[in-house]
């Protein structure tokens, strides 16, 4: 309740610090000049990326194959709860779906989810990394040689934990078991039950392991990136067409990070608004914009982002009902039919 409140608390205040700083009125007008045509370009790049993304859940999940199409819908609901739900919470929307719809073992769900993620880290801090080559790199701020350094380092670290991603459950599971030693807890339900979804995890990491998936999923995770970076430049370039700003692709890559970065706070504003508009202002004023602008872009794409996160789960999730309700309905068709057939003999 308490973390309720003060995520409210620190809504109101950083949006309304934000709003302060530029002319309501100036923001009705700076909307009405966006390109339509340009938006909805972005929108269908925008919904690639969900589509490399689920191709991406079929490499990792071992246990069964599933449909693209399913995934898809999986992944459009799992993302828009993401969005909407506070400190990551709607993670646990894609562990739920994956065990109601197809019967993966949460443990499974979790592993996968957890690989995902580490490669999401990796190829996040290529594409960073790079972009910064461009812009830190050329303000003399930094050398490309620290840049290349912390690039190497942070890749490194990356891949080594892709690559040893049983070791560290096995260290964690480790720990875990001597503190319940420790301090009595061996025996409390809750510490079974932990240490034995832990060990489903362990395996599940070996499980995805073997099937040698690495090349085939990094791939596929820079093309998901790289589609949701030319969605976000060509969103911003419609947003920016009247004002005669054409932001270029690497400072996209830039600015959007430092936003993105902030939806796995602990404590951040009710739906990211606040926090992730603070982030974003700051960033692309630091990258050249005026202030007024880069407030002004920052809620309008937050707020496109979102609309076009909850089209694709609100469609998703109207469809996997609907995909039910079928299931549903031949089920009891068939019964009825299997019924009519032991009668009449």
């Known amino acids: 309740m308490k973390k309720k409140v003060f995520a409210i608390i620190l809504t109101v205040l950083l949006v309304g610090g934000l ?12 909307v009405r000049g966006f390109s339509i045509a340009g938006l909805i370009l972005a929108f269908l790049f925008y919904a690639m990326s969900y589509f490399f993304r689920a191709l991406r859940w079929r490499q990792l999940i071992y246990s069964k194959a599933i449909g693209l199409g399913e995934l898809m819908m999986i992944t459009s609901a799992h993302i828009m709860f993401n969005n909407l739900l506070p400190s990551r919470s709607g993670e646990f929307s894609y562990i739920y779906l994956l065990k109601k719809r197809q019967g993966i073992s949460g443990s499974e769900g979790l592993a996968t989810l957890v690989a995902a993620r580490f490669y999401d880290f990796a190829v996040l801090s290529s594409f960073f ?4 080559f461009f812009y830190i790199g050329s303000s003399n701020k930094m050398s490309l040689g620290e840049i290349a350094i912390g690039a190497v380092f942070i890749l490194s670290v990356a891949v080594l934990a892709i690559f040893n991603l049983e070791k560290i459950m096995a260290v964690i599971l480790s720990v875990v078991q001597r503190i319940g030693k420790k301090f009595r807890l061996t025996e409390k339900k809750w510490m079974s039950f932990l240490v034995s979804k832990g060990n489903d995890v362990l395996e599940s990491f070996s499980a995805i392991k073997s099937k040698k998936k690495f ?16 969605a976000y430049l060509i969103m ?18 830039l600015g959007t990070t430092a936003a993105e970065l902030t939806t796995i706070l602990p404590i951040h504003g009710i739906g990211g608004f606040g926090t992730y508009e603070s982030a974003w202002a700051g960033a692309f004023y630091l990258l050249g914009f005026a202030k007024e602008l880069a407030i002004k872009t920052a809620f309008s794409f937050h707020l496109l982002a979102l609309l076009y996160s909850v089209i694709l789960g609100v469609v998703s999730l109207l469809l996997l009902n609907l995909k039910k309700e079928n299931k549903t309905s031949q089920k009891t068709e068939k019964s009825d039919v299997e019924g009519h057939i032991k009668v009449n003999h």
């Open 19 to 30: 709003l302060s700083q530029i002319q309501i009125k100036d923001l009705g007008e700076f």
């Open 215 to 230: 090349l085939p999923v990094v791939s596929i995770s820079f093309l998901a990136w790289g589609f949701k970076f030319f």
């Open 129 to 132: 990394l790079i972009s910064a």
């Open 236 to 253: 911003l370039r419609a947003m920016l067409g009247v004002e005669g700003v054409y932001p270029t692709f690497w400072m996209i890559v």
